[in-house]
């Protein structure tokens, strides 16, 4: 039994007392009593079934309030369970983007440092690919095809065509083209020809020495022997 019952069963027992006590004063009193004690019966009657009737409805306000506050914690709990589940899912949603920033820079480090050692080995071996002027056996005479041949492995494989093209325009690939209205002397036509004394004495007479010359000239001066052959086709000289 609930409490509510137990209470609506106090009340039905109240009044079944009352009812009794009506009936007890009937019994020792007079007979103008016996009006009161009809009376009293009638009532008692009535008072008898009204707890019932309460009992019932004070029973259905019970249940009624305890579904509604069934139904008040089942929201409230549900609401407390979907904000745990919206904290949790926004964790991992964090969780998850944080890692996938860290992958994303980690897969661009790498890349970049791919880059950088592909570009460094390509310079390595670009070094590697070229001889030093001083490498050469030394010959009275040379011919064009020789000249080229050394030039070829002395000047880096992406800048030969450039380098060609100041060549022959400057001179033919004569070594020991003079220009008579200058002191302009050799493959790329120094200006003065002692310049080329700086790669080796024998430069008068040594196309590796001047190649090794007139490749530095263009690396200091326009950064590179296209930098010089795009130069000289703007102005004609370089």
């Not at 790669?199 to 930098?227: E, F, H, V």
Request: hydrophobic share 40%; aromatic share 8%.
């Amino acid at each position: 039994m609930s409490r509510i019952s137990v209470r609506g069963f106090a009340v039905a027992s109240a009044t079944a007392v009352t009812a009794v006590g009506s009936v007890v004063g009937v019994a020792s009193g007079s007979t103008a009593q016996n009006n009161d004690v009809e009376a009293t019966a009638s009532g008692a009657t009535l008072l008898a079934d009204i707890p019932a009737g309460q009992q019932a409805q004070v029973q259905t306000a019970s249940l009624t309030q305890q579904a509604e506050t069934m139904a008040i914690a089942a929201d409230a709990s549900a609401k407390k369970d979907a904000e745990e589940a919206a904290r949790k899912a926004a964790a991992e949603t964090a969780v998850a983007k944080k890692k996938e920033a860290a992958e994303k820079a980690e897969r661009a480090e790498r890349a970049e440092r791919e880059a950088r050692e592909r570009a460094e080995a390509e310079e390595a071996a670009s070094r590697s690919a070229t001889r030093d002027a001083s490498s050469f056996a030394v010959q009275s005479s040379y011919t064009i095809a020789e000249v080229q041949a050394m030039a070829r492995q002395i000047v880096p494989a992406d800048q030969f065509q450039c380098f060609s093209n100041i060549v022959d325009h400057e001179s033919s690939w004569n070594y020991r083209a003079d220009n008579p209205t200058s002191d302009a002397y050799g493959l790329v036509q120094a200006l003065p020809g002692s310049k080329m004394a700086s790669a080796g004495a024998d430069w008068a007479t040594n196309p590796a020495t001047q190649i090794k010359w007139g490749l530095g000239y263009m690396n200091d001066r326009y950064g590179s022997p296209c930098g010089a052959w795009n130069f000289w086709q703007a102005n004609h000289w370089y």
